[in-house]
């Protein structure tokens, strides 16, 4: 079982910026692809932006240009610095992880409310 930690999220007015960030256990080893999905009220879980093992980076079409995802492979921990939030941008936000020949691993979640 992979433990992953989230933290960052917050209430922020439009316009401003919120970083967070999603810890696998350290002795976890095998991560491929990490990445951030969000699910807001009466909406299916979507992927925001997800990093490979190499590096190859995906965003949604809705924040590409306002959202940057990293990764530190040596402290297993993802970044999603997000910049220019609209109204849109509101849901609970988790952090998802595959680990090479074991599984996919879901955060808990972090709400990120972004007021007028």
């Known amino acids: 079982q992979v433990q992953l930690v989230e933290s960052g999220g917050g209430l922020v007015q439009a316009g401003g910026s919120l970083r967070l960030s999603c810890a696998a256990s350290?002795?976890?080893?095998?991560?491929?692809?990490m990445a951030w999905y969000r699910q807001s009220p009466g909406n299916q879980r979507e992927l925001v932006a997800q990093?490979?093992?190499?590096?190859?980076?995906t965003y949604a079409d809705s924040v590409q240009g306002r959202f940057t995802i990293s990764r530190d492979s040596v402290k297993n921990t993802a970044y999603l610095q997000m910049n220019n939030l609209k109204l849109e941008d509101t849901a609970v936000y988790y952090c998802?992880?595959?680990?090479?020949?074991?599984?996919?691993?879901w955060g808990q979640g972090t709400q990120v409310t972004v007021s007028s």
């Open positions: 998802q992880v595959q680990v090479r020949a074991i599984g996919t691993f």
């Open positions: 350290e002795d976890t080893f095998g991560i491929t692809i």
């Open positions: 990093v490979t093992g190499r590096g190859r980076i």
